[in-house]
C-alpha cells in the first residue's frame, strides 16, 4: 500500500512525479473523504479536490483507499526541520497526546520506538496501542458478571419458575424449570471489545498490528459478536471491579462511534479515522483549564451557559443558544469567558490575511452581554510567526463598556501538561482577579 502524509491546510500535487499523488489514487481519495460525517463542513469538509491536487481543510487522521491512504497531520510547529520525517513523528505524538487528555483516556507511549512514530500512521499508533492494553488487561482477567438464566434442567438449579413448570412440564416432572445466575464473560464491554477487534482487523495494513489483532480476536471467541449498530453501550458500566478497563472502552468508543467511519468509495472499500481539529482543542484546552483552576476560588464549566441572543416578543420563544467553550465562576458570576480558535493568528487582531475574524469578535461580544462577563479570551495555538513566548497577544477594550478582550496563544508542542497548565493558570488567574476596571 502506498502511503501519503499532509500537513492541515497543505496540498499535495496530482501527477506521477516525486512528492506526487497519482491521480488514480487521489480520486479514490476524495470520494473516501466525501462519505465522511465531516464532509461539507470545516471549509469544504476533509479534503478539496483541486484539478492539480489534493488540499486538505481543518479535519486531521487517516484515509484509507483499496491500495493507498493518506495521513492528514495538524500543523503544529514542533522542534524539528521542516517536511522531515522527524517533524512527522513530532506531531504524531502531540497529537496522539490531544486526544488522550481530550477524550480522557491514559495513553502510555513508552513502548513505541522512535520508528514506531517515524514510520507508522496515526491509525497503525493507536491500533498498537490499543491492543497493548488490552492484551495486558486480559491477562489481568476478562470482566465477568451475574446473568440470569432460564433453562430446563434433571435437577434444580436455583429457583423453580412454577408458572413454566407447571405449563411446559405438567406430564413431565423428570425436567425443572430452573431460574438462576450464571457467572458470564459475554457482557456488554467485552462484546464492545470484540467489536472494536473485528473492525480493526478490516482495517489495519500492518502485518505486525494484524497479527496481535487475529491472537486478541481468539482470546474472544466465546464472546457474543454484535453489529456495531446494536450494541449497548449503556450496559457498558465501569466501577470498581473494571475501572481498568475504562481507557479501553474509551479507545473502542473512538474507534467505533462518530468519529469512525467505514464506507463504500466507486468500487472499492475506503475507512477514514478522523478528528476535527477545532473541536479536538476545545476539549484538550479545557480540561487543562480545569486542572489550572483546581484548588483556587473560581470553577470551571465547558460547553456551559446556554442562554439565548433572542426571545420572539409574541410567543416568548427563545433562539440563538449560547455554548461558550469555557466559562470560569466565582460562585454565581461569570468572570471570565473563553473561546478556542484552531486558527493562526498574526502579532496584529486586524490583520486582513491572519488576523481575529470579525465573528469571533462579534461573538465574544455576544458573550458579555449575555453572561456580563467582565473578561473575555480568544484562545489559540501558538506558532513561531508571533513574537516572543506564548501567552497574552493583545489587550482591548471593548468600546463603550469596561468589558477586556484579549488575543492569548499557547503552545501545544513544548512541554508536559503541567507546563502549560501552570501557563494557563499564570495567564487566567492574574487577569480575572484584576476586577473591572474603567478604560482610560
Not at 481543518?58 to 495521513?71: F, K, M, Q, Y
Not at 438464566?149 to 434433571?154: G, K, N
Request: charged letters at 25%; a neutral charge.
Amino acid at each position: 500500500m502506498t502511503a501519503f502524509s499532509v500537513l492541515e491546510y497543505r496540498s499535495l500535487p496530482r501527477g506521477d512525479g516525486p512528492g506526487c499523488i497519482p491521480d488514480r489514487m487521489a480520486d479514490r481519495l476524495a470520494a473516501v473523504s466525501k462519505t465522511s460525517i465531516f464532509a461539507g463542513r470545516g471549509e469544504r469538509g476533509v479534503l478539496e479536490d483541486r484539478r492539480h491536487e489534493l488540499r486538505a481543510r481543518g479535519v486531521v487522521g487517516v484515509i484509507a483507499a483499496e491500495d493507498c491512504s493518506l495521513e492528514i497531520l495538524p500543523k503544529i510547529d514542533v522542534p524539528a526541520a521542516h517536511g522531515s520525517i522527524e517533524e512527522r513523528s513530532e506531531i504524531r505524538k502531540r497529537l496522539v497526546h490531544m486526544l488522550a487528555v481530550a477524550l480522557d483516556m491514559k495513553i502510555e507511549t513508552g513502548r513505541l520506538s522512535e520508528l514506531d512514530w517515524q514510520h507508522e500512521t496515526l491509525l497503525e499508533i493507536l491500533v498498537r496501542i490499543f491492543c497493548g492494553k488490552l492484551t495486558e488487561a486480559v491477562r489481568r482477567g476478562m470482566p465477568r458478571k451475574y446473568i440470569g438464566q432460564e433453562d430446563d434442567l434433571p435437577a434444580l438449579r436455583g429457583t423453580l419458575d412454577v408458572s413454566r413448570q407447571f405449563t411446559r412440564h405438567a406430564v413431565n416432572p423428570s425436567r425443572l424449570a430452573c431460574r438462576f445466575d450464571e457467572l458470564s464473560t459475554d457482557i456488554a464491554l467485552n462484546r464492545v471489545m470484540k467489536a472494536a477487534l473485528a473492525h480493526l482487523s478490516k482495517l489495519s495494513r500492518s502485518t505486525s498490528n494484524l497479527h496481535r489483532l487475529r491472537e486478541l480476536a481468539f482470546v474472544y471467541a466465546d464472546i457474543s459478536a454484535i453489529p456495531v449498530p446494536a450494541l449497548r453501550w449503556d450496559e457498558v458500566v465501569i466501577d470498581r471491579t473494571n475501572r481498568g478497563w475504562q481507557d479501553l472502552v474509551g479507545m473502542a468508543r473512538m474507534f467505533l462511534r462518530n468519529q469512525f467511519q467505514t464506507t463504500s468509495a466507486g468500487a472499492g472499500q475506503g475507512t477514514a479515522l478522523l478528528f476535527e481539529m477545532n473541536t479536538l482543542f476545545e476539549e484538550y484546552v479545557g480540561r487543562l483549564v480545569a486542572r489550572a483552576m483546581a484548588g483556587t476560588e473560581y470553577n470551571v464549566t465547558l460547553q456551559g451557559g446556554r442562554e439565548y441572543c433572542l426571545t420572539a416578543q409574541d410567543s416568548g420563544r427563545q433562539v440563538f443558544q449560547t455554548k461558550p467553550d469555557i466559562l470560569i465562576r466565582r460562585g454565581s458570576e461569570v468572570v471570565q469567558v473563553i473561546d478556542t480558535k484552531w486558527k493562526r493568528i498574526s502579532s496584529r487582531i486586524d490583520d486582513p490575511k491572519q488576523g481575529v475574524s470579525q465573528s469571533d469578535v462579534y461573538q465574544m461580544m455576544a458573550y458579555a452581554h449575555l453572561y456580563k462577563a467582565p473578561h473575555l479570551t480568544l484562545l489559540y495555538p501558538h506558532h513561531t510567526g508571533l513574537s516572543g513566548d506564548d501567552g497574552i497577544q493583545g489587550q482591548f477594550w471593548i468600546s463603550g463598556q469596561a468589558t477586556t478582550l484579549e488575543t492569548v496563544s499557547i503552545d501545544v508542542a513544548l512541554g508536559a501538561d503541567d507546563d502549560i497548565v501552570a501557563r494557563l493558570k499564570k495567564i487566567i488567574v492574574p487577569a480575572i482577579g484584576k476586577g473591572v476596571m474603567v478604560p482610560g
